[in-house]
């Protein structure tokens, strides 16, 4: 080999070496920017809110003690009282610990896999997550999953790398998450008890020394595990054990589960993407067998383990699609793991076809296509306070959560709509904070306006899903319907008042008593002897412009 092809050689692999880095922190910069977009805005509602009352309502020690009727989590709910104490609290606050965790698991997840995937694989690893929506989604809402499911992701990995290596030292990655894991969500305990057992068979198999001082290091690292668990776990296990089985076997997972959930796990709705999706996947799934056959069995057997709990155990709703995926978070890394190297392979094949001309073109093809078809454009337009809203993240289909809409609907919000987007800020009132009875996700996906969420209870008792006024001031998206000072800070346009919003719920909504006509009717008049005639009126809303002058201009509804 002459000097010239050397120096070829080299220059070609910095070029390799330059566009590999450009690529990634592309990847990260898009992943980054999808998880952080308008997330000040979005309310905090549904699940977010359980935790919240428990930290806002209790001690310390009950915290500690206690996982609640609603589980919430224990370490978040801890953070959470914290920054209450601290006069901390707020939307950013509240979701700051899991985006932190989405955006690590872009980081870190595809670096520990590094050595056991091929380059390419790790790439479009690090890309698929960073696009997925489900992962998304779960950076962006105030619960433990994404943290749960990364921190178990990374230690069974990191298990496996130890295993693998000369190292005797104990595997302290794995301990930590395998005891942080399921603290945050005790769902992720079958994938974080299993790897043990499977690897500790694998050394007994082998035989020999070094699997004897593997097994040993093992055993002390469960030890440490088990410890850790029931320092953390055991008092609230045995205070309030009864709270969980309340949750055990409520559910059936039937094939609609499965069909529906495979297709959150891909990221989109259309049948002719996600039938070439689990042909890549099972392409991977081979490809490791052939390259990393023991790797390979280890995450599927994982994976299994932790589908099989799901089943066996089948806690409650986990018949819908996004609740059965959400106790097996975990496995979608897994999953898309062996996805990235299907496609890689598949590339492969491509460029060596094309003489290395198309060389990365496949991938960068089939992540556009799964980008373009998912639900990323839908969700993610501007403003939506509601990103987390089931009407996006139940199901990827457009029209598949028609029955979450309003059921009736003012004129006023297509009036609202012929308004610039954005423009104009809106204050909602009341509110229903359960996704299945809040129909203003589905109004902002018409009317296209910056809203907040109005309380309307009594300021010494709040109402269901409301706060206390000291802690409301905290959060930006929340107002009360009294609070003037608010009201011009937040520079409102428009307060709407509902009428009786159970009517405007769609059919079959679990509709309660509350929130609606009495204590609005009381409002309507505090709010017609401060403003006069209101801007618009019709049978279901009452709207008051706070702005007379911005208002005049924009003419009648």
């Given at each position: 080999m002459n000097q010239a092809t050397t120096s070829e050689i080299k220059t070609s692999s910095r070029i390799r070496s330059t566009s590999t880095i450009?690529?990634?922190?592309?990847?990260?910069?898009?992943?980054g920017a999808l998880r952080l977009d308008a997330i000040g805005g979005q309310i905090v509602a549904d699940d977010e809110l359980h935790a919240l009352r428990v930290a806002a309502s209790r001690s310390y020690g009950f915290i500690l003690s206690h996982f609640g009727h609603s589980d919430h989590c224990i370490p978040l709910t801890l953070f959470y009282k914290t920054t209450i104490d601290l006069g901390l609290i707020s939307e950013w606050t509240m979701r700051a610990p899991v985006l932190l965790f989405g955006i690590f698991a872009l980081l870190v997840c595809p670096w520990t896999v590094r050595k056991l995937f091929s380059q390419g694989t790790t790439i479009t690893l690090t890309a698929l997550l960073a696009i997925s929506p489900t992962f998304i989604y779960y950076s962006r809402y105030a619960r433990p999953y994404m943290i749960a499911s990364a921190a178990a992701f990374v230690g069974i990995l990191a298990l496996f790398r130890w295993f693998q290596s000369s190292k005797e030292t104990p595997p302290w990655i794995w301990v930590t998450c395998a005891i942080l894991a399921p603290y945050f969500h005790l769902t992720t305990l079958p994938m974080m008890l299993m790897p043990p057992i499977l690897l500790g068979f694998w050394a007994i198999c082998k035989q020999g020394k070094a699997a004897r001082s593997k097994l040993r290091g093992m055993l002390f690292a469960s030890e440490l595990i088990a410890l850790g668990l029931v320092l953390l776990l055991g008092v609230p296990f045995f205070y309030d054990g009864a709270n969980l089985s309340e949750k055990v076997g409520g559910g059936k997972i039937g094939l609609a589960t499965i069909?529906?959930?495979?297709?959150?796990?891909?990221g989109t709705h259309v049948p002719w993407i996600v039938l070439p999706a689990l042909f890549l996947l099972i392409w991977g799934v081979l490809t490791g067998f052939r390259k990393q056959q023991g790797f390979t069995v280890y995450l599927l057997l994982l994976g299994l383990t932790q589908?099989?709990?799901?089943?066996?155990?089948?806690?409650?709703?986990?018949?819908?699609?996004?609740?059965?995926?959400?106790?097996?978070?975990?496995?979608?890394?897994?999953?898309?793991?062996?996805?990235?190297?299907?496609?890689?392979?598949?590339?492969?094949?491509?460029?060596?076809?094309?003489?290395?001309?198309?060389?990365?073109?496949?991938?960068?093809?089939?992540?556009?296509?799964?980008?373009?078809?998912?639900?990323?454009?839908?969700?993610?337009?501007?403003?939506?306070?509601?990103?987390?809203?089931?009407?996006?993240?139940?199901?990827?289909?457009?029209?598949?959560?028609?029955?979450?809409?309003?059921?009736?609907?003012?004129?006023?919000?297509?009036?609202?709509?012929?308004?610039?987007?954005?423009?104009?800020?809106?204050?909602?009132?009341?509110?229903?904070?359960?996704?299945?009875?809040?129909?203003?996700?589905?109004?902002?996906?018409?009317?296209?306006?910056?809203?907040?969420?109005?309380?309307?209870?009594?300021?010494?008792?709040?109402?269901?899903?409301?706060?206390?006024?000291d802690l409301t001031r905290h959060f930006k998206n929340y107002v009360w319907l009294d609070d003037w000072d608010r009201m011009k800070e937040r520079r409102i346009d428009f307060v709407i008042l509902h009428k009786n919003l159970a009517q405007e719920l769609p059919s079959g909504a679990n509709v309660q008593p509350e929130p609606v006509t009495s204590p609005m009717t009381s409002w309507m008049t505090r709010y017609q002897s401060r403003y006069s005639t209101p801007f618009f009126e019709d049978s279901i809303i009452m709207v008051f412009d706070l702005r007379p002058s911005l208002s005049s201009a924009l003419g009648t509804p």
């Open positions: 450009t690529g990634i922190l592309a990847v990260l910069f898009i992943g069909i529906g959930s495979t297709k959150l796990s891909f589908v099989a709990a799901t089943i066996l155990v089948h806690p409650s709703q986990v018949n819908d699609p996004v609740i059965f995926l959400r106790y097996c978070l975990p496995c979608l890394f897994i999953l898309l793991s062996f996805f990235a190297c299907g496609i890689d392979e598949l590339d492969g094949k491509i460029a060596r076809i094309t003489s290395s001309r198309l060389q990365g073109a496949t991938a960068l093809f089939v992540l556009t296509g799964l980008f373009l078809a998912g639900p990323i454009q839908r969700t993610y337009f501007h403003p939506n306070n509601w990103t987390n809203h089931a009407i996006y993240q139940y199901s990827y289909h457009p029209k598949a959560q028609g029955h979450l809409k309003p059921e009736l609907s003012s004129e006023f919000y297509n009036f609202l709509r012929q308004q610039p987007r954005g423009s104009l800020r809106i204050v909602e009132a009341p509110w229903y904070p359960e996704w299945s009875r809040n129909v203003y996700g589905g109004y902002q996906e018409k009317h296209r306006q910056t809203m907040l969420v109005g309380f309307v209870g009594n300021l010494n008792k709040p109402r269901e899903g409301e706060l206390s006024p």
